[in-house]
């Protein structure tokens, strides 16, 4: 149970996540499991061609399996009312962009009836051969207007090139990270019912505005007309972010029989088909420094791969930009256009991959000036942004550095490679930094509400993911009304709640947090001013927008964070075990340290899973993902993931928002994979340079 | 899925004979590969005749000092058995490092000889696979082939056969008894799986209809000195990269007998008599076994994604042949 806070003292509390009991007792409803009255059951048909376009769908002897209700194709589909993105407009012709694409799906009064239905389709096609093959040196590589984010694609400061050249010490080297599925327990599900003119849709979705306003303009509705409800999500890591086919394939069936509610989940190998993922990189990093081991040039440049039929660029060198005190720094991003699935949001993109890089880098250039990595990285601080010349509104890596070193160990470490065993075990230990950017997103509004009973109402239609967004805005709302946390409830993951930004960008808690003080603020003004301080019987509400935050434009605002890890490897086998990591936040004020606990560590553990596990293999000739389920796409098992020392630092910033939070749902992730390459080249003295680092990379 | 009858007889030859007259049924036991299977569209079988309570589900002393075990066994039972843990505990190592605990609660040991053989190729029925459609040619010899073998293959198929137990078995001499319509047999495991050859679909030499009832183990002292050691990609649940199991008998510093098969890298379990055979009679040392673990390797034939197995596999034999002369002395 939640113990009782004090009035104004929720905030930083370590309470527990109020959907905790539901969710134990499997009564917290996911998208999948509302219950409404005969549901019918969507299953998809999917390409097996990665180019061209289908021919003659002969679906009869589907439709005569007793049970199906209709067979949904490009030859019956409803026309969609915008086209634009061709990864939402599916089954308007027979033209197929990449393998897995939907072309159909069967409709049946059970799931098993629709699945098997579905094998009994027909598909001809004309096929062209596919181009999938992601290589650095393929000639049509091109430069894309900007990133994700809205990015620059290219940036360049002083003469890196130059720099680079007249080095004391350098290290050029290119580091690849391979394509990465997001796969959350809870696979993309949705139940989707049309009543006359109005679509009504229970998603699993990272933001119930986000999903009303791409559908709306596809089927030709009024936002309005388009209901998204979605209470409890099992995880995005950014593929419930922008919506993907799966929503529109689920409303297109529903379209075909009105009335009845269309569920349709993926499976888990469609997660690796039609969900987004992760772009794999290969990124040429090259730094200078001077004899003192000053840094004199930071440069990245960046191919990484997108759809043909739908433009994803990741920012994978933005960090690049900012992180380290460089009068040269330059940076550059190039695309190969494949016949692919369309890249997406996973978990920090750009940071991710990018300070996967750059922080193996730092380290083989501290080892080639003869630095300790952590003093290296702690000399190259710099004292204001070195992209944007802004003063950091806070910046605290330098104090995690020093905070992990104390709590690892670090110190007195021996800086050779090999220079430690435990019987067959070769044992290092590396160190990276962390960093990610604090985002506010746009367009919020809350509604506070408070009755006479001293019981308080919070209204927002934002989205909880697993991250604690139920609790943690109780309790942002709790303390500014000066009320116990249990006094104020929550709504949540609705499009009837006032428009919300959606949890993406480790910027739920900035957007959605200042809006619902400001909404109190407003409720406070109320009460005193119509109702001489007191709550009327009939009770009062107000509702107010984010307001802009005075200071931006004035800092740069980021997290950041520093992970050390302990790796072990097997000489005879390349077999590698991380029994401890210790990463130390400094993210701002932390709004509840229990589910702040979880986030970081969970990010930790996503990129020890990037570190040794991950990698989505294409297969060139068919343009598909060959292990595409979770026995051959492998992540950590709980025997995997050893100690996990997870800590921060007090920051005060007055400057981010007015709970001065940052967001943490993404820094963990960042960082955390280097530092276990970095680990593992001090404990065997091989540097692999080439995500995951598995086995076969380390045998001989 | 494909709709399919389901069946429960009372009796083993009720079962054989309903089976044979199905040409396109099949066994369930714990059912944790081919239900999988059947999800995926990869078996299609249109009857499944439930084995589970057919067969004996506990392990018994035979006349000769060894052991029987009941087909029905499961996984979890046959590596928590006392009589295994002590005289055979490469079996008892090699389950406990299958799968997954759930897993090993539903898998019997007559379906773990069973598993077909792993590859994401034959699993992906969009895809060629010479096991799963002879004839349509072999995705993963130009393929995804980093988990493929390196000993036995042919130009039809590469895959490797998945399980523990049965690498472990193979190493100590385990006898498969079968029934089936023509009468009962005694199959050398070594002899139930097959290479790949040019009939790839077919994963072992039973015939349509034929049930194993027991795999039986010989008393063999020296058994008891076994071990298995096992190398995936991370602590649990993963399928072998390579792995090893050995048993050895060491008196005065020389190598009295011995017995090697390794996983992960063939169709079947591969015995490595070639190594063996170098190492009886022989001084126990790490370069001795290093020499024989290249002999045995000699054949190997690395795929464009599994040349790794070659180094991995030698030196995983000359680990677990150097703790067990260490352990067994």
């Known amino acids: 149970m939640t113990a009782t806070q004090a009035p104004g003292k929720a905030v930083g509390a370590p309470i527990s996540r109020v959907e905790g009991g539901l969710k134990v007792r499997g009564a917290a409803t996911y998208a999948y499991e509302h219950r409404l009255h005969e549901p019918v059951y969507l299953y998809p048909l999917q390409s097996t061609i990665a180019n061209g376009r289908v021919t003659k769908i002969d679906a009869s002897r589907a439709e005569a399996e007793p049970g199906v209700v209709v067979v949904l194709t490009h030859e019956n589909a409803p026309k969609l009312a915008s086209t634009d993105d061709k990864e939402l407009a599916i089954l308007q012709s027979g033209d197929i962009g990449f393998r897995g694409q939907f072309i159909g799906a069967v409709i049946a009064d059970t799931f098993e009836t629709a699945r098997y239905a579905a094998s009994l389709v027909e598909i001809e096609y004309d096929e062209n051969e596919p181009d999938a093959d992601f290589r650095a040196d393929r000639d049509d590589l091109y430069t894309p207007e900007q990133l994700n984010a809205g990015f620059e694609t290219d940036t360049s400061v002083g003469d890196a090139d130059g720099a680079f050249d007249s080095a004391a010490h350098k290290l050029a080297a290119t580091y690849t990270t391979p394509r990465e599925h997001n796969n959350p327990m809870e696979p993309h599900a949705t139940i989707a019912v049309w009543d006359e003119d109005e679509l009504t849709l229970y998603e699993s979705t990272q933001g119930v505005f986000w999903t009303q306003k791409t559908l709306a303009p596809l089927f030709g509705l009024d936002a309005g007309k388009v209901h998204v409800i979605s209470p409890h999500v099992g995880g995005g890591f950014g593929s419930k972010g922008l919506p993907h086919a799966n929503v529109v394939l689920a409303a297109m069936g529903a379209m075909l029989v009105p009335e009845r509610p269309v569920k349709f989940a993926l499976t888990r190998h469609m997660m690796f088909t039609v969900a987004g993922y992760r772009t794999p990189t290969i990124q040429r990093v090259r730094l200078a420094a001077d004899e003192n081991g000053k840094l004199s040039a930071v440069s990245n440049d960046v191919v990484e791969q997108t759809s043909k039929i739908k433009e994803f660029a990741e920012q994978t060198a933005t960090s690049a930009r900012m992180m380290y005190d460089s009068p040269n720094i330059k940076t550059t991003h190039r695309l190969a256009a494949l016949d692919v699935s369309v890249p997406s949001w996973l978990r920090a993109p750009g940071e991710a991959p990018g300070i996967f890089a750059l922080e193996c880098a730092m380290d083989e250039l501290a080892i080639e000036c003869g630095l300790d990595p952590v003093e290296f990285r702690i000399m190259n601080e710099p004292e204001n942004d070195p992209e944007s010349g802004l003063p950091f509104s806070s910046r605290g890596l330098v104090e995690c550095l020093r905070e992990g070193a104390e709590r690892f160990g670090w110190n007195g470490r021996h800086p050779t490679p090999r220079s430690e065993r435990d019987g067959r075990w070769l044992v290092g230990s590396g160190v990276a930094s962390s960093v990610y950017p604090v985002y506010s997103m746009g367009g919020n509004a809350a509604t506070v509400r408070a009755n006479s009973d001293g019981k308080y109402e919070v209204e927002i239609g934002a989205a909880d993911i697993g991250t604690g967004t139920w609790t943690v805005l109780g309790q942002i709302a709790a303390d500014e009304l000066g009320v116990p946390f249990e006094d104020v409830e929550m709504k949540i993951g609705d499009t009837t709640l006032p428009n919300a930004s959606g949890a993406g960008g480790s910027s739920g808690i900035t957007s959605w947090g200042s809006t619902v003080v400001e909404a109190v603020r407003s409720l406070r003004e109320k009460i005193e001013a119509d109702h001489g301080g007191n709550i009327p019987e009939e009770g009062v509400e107000a509702t107010a927008k984010m307001p802009k935050n005075p200071h931006s434009g004035d800092f740069a605002m980021y997290a950041f964070g520093a992970h050390f890890v302990e790796a072990r490897v097997d000489e005879d086998t390349g077999e590698v075990r991380v029994p401890r990591m210790t990463s130390v936040f400094a993210a701002g004020n932390i709004m509840n340290a229990k589910t702040a606990r979880s986030q970081f560590m969970g990010g930790m553990v996503m990129g020890l899973s990037a570190a040794l596990h991950e990698e989505s293999v294409l297969d060139t000739r068919f343009g598909h993902v060959v292990n595409h389920d979770l026995a051959e796409y492998h992540i950590p098992t709980n025997a995997d993931v050893g100690e996990m020392d997870v800590s921060w630092i007090e920051e005060d910033d007055p400057y981010v928002n007015p709970m001065g939070s940052k967001g943490i749902g993404e820094i963990g992730i960042v960082g955390s994979a280097a530092a276990v390459a970095n680990a593992v080249y001090h404990a065997t003295g091989v540097r692999v340079r080439e995500l995951p680092i598995t086995p076969d990379k380390l045998i001989s | ?329």
């Open chain 2, 1 to 329: 899925m494909k709709p399919y009858r389901y069946e429960r007889s009372e009796d083993v030859s009720g079962t054989i004979s309903t089976i044979a007259e199905e040409p396109e049924g099949a066994f369930l036991a714990g059912g944790t590969n081919i239900v999988d299977l059947m999800k995926l569209g990869v078996m299609s079988p249109d009857m499944l005749v439930d084995v589970r309570r057919l067969t004996p589900d506990d392990v018994e002393e035979t006349e000769d000092g060894g052991v029987r075990i009941g087909a029905a066994v499961t996984n979890s039972d046959l590596a928590a058995e006392r009589t295994i843990r002590s005289r055979y505990p490469a079996i008892s190592e090699a389950l406990l490092s299958g799968a997954s605990a759930q897993l090993r609660n539903m898998a019997t040991t007559g379906g773990n000889l069973l598993q077909r053989t792993r590859c994401v190729y034959f699993q992906d029925t969009t895809t060629p696979c010479n096991k799963r459609e002879p004839g349509s040619g072999c995705s993963a010899i130009e393929g995804h082939n980093k988990n493929h073998a390196i000993l036995g293959a042919s130009e039809h198929c590469v895959a490797t056969h998945p399980s523990d137990m049965a690498v472990a078995m193979t190493a100590l001499d385990a006898f498969v008894v079968t029934h089936g319509p023509d009468g009962e047999r005694r199959i050398p495991i070594e002899e139930l799986h097959r290479l790949p050859g040019s009939e790839p679909e077919r994963d072992t030499i039973l015939e349509h209809g034929e049930l194993i009832t027991a795999v039986e183990l010989p008393p063999t002292a020296f058994f008891s000195n076994s071990k298995y050691r096992k190398v995936r990609e991370r602590a649990s649940y993963a399928f072998a990269l390579v792995s090893v199991a050995a048993a050895m008998d060491v008196e005065d510093g020389v190598i009295r007998d011995v017995r090697i098969a390794l996983g992960g890298v063939a169709h079947k379990p591969w015995r490595a008599t070639k190594a063996e055979e170098a190492l009886r009679g022989e001084p126990v040392s790490e370069a001795n076994f290093r020499a024989a673990a290249e002999i045995e390797l000699e054949d190997a034939e690395p795929l464009s994604g599994n040349a790794y197995k070659i180094p991995l596999a030698r030196n995983v034999i000359v680990r677990t042949l150097s703790d067990l002369s260490e352990e067994g002395r």
